[in-house]
């Protein structure tokens, strides 16, 4: 069974920076897409950013462009999400999702989704 666990959320200030960490565990995928989705409080989960586990373009929303950049971590099974110049719209709970389809079974795409990790920008 696919995990996904999420470290690196925190108390910052803004204008500083944060690294935030999505490592999966328990899948060899065939295919894969990972991304990073927010929840402020009172508000619905929006998309961040993401990038296919193959390589190519990354994708964000357009209010982090310019300031968030999300790589994958070959090291490791893992997705990292840069966040640069923060400032308190960016607080919210940070989810890590993949998207993924194995050899077994590659004409069915599953999800997967971690537990969050808070981020809280002060200003």
């Known amino acids: 069974q696919v995990q996904l666990v999420e470290s690196g959320g925190g108390l910052v200030q803004s204008g500083d920076s944060l690294t935030l960490a999505c490592e999966f565990f328990g899948g060899a995928f065939y295919d894969y897409t990972m991304g990073w989705f927010r929840q402020a409080p009172g508000r619905e989960r929006e998309f961040v950013a993401a990038i296919r586990g193959s390589g190519g373009t990354p994708y964000y929303t357009d209010s982090v462009k310019g300031r968030f950049t999300i790589s994958r971590n070959y090291r490791k099974n893992a997705v990292d999400l840069q966040m640069n110049s923060l400032t308190s719209d960016d607080t919210a709970v940070y989810y890590c999702?993949?998207?993924?389809?194995?050899?077994?079974?590659?004409?069915?795409?599953?999800?997967?989704w971690g537990q969050g990790t808070p981020v809280n920008v002060s200003s």
């Open positions: 999702n993949v998207d993924f389809r194995t050899a077994a079974s590659p004409w069915i795409t599953k999800t997967a």
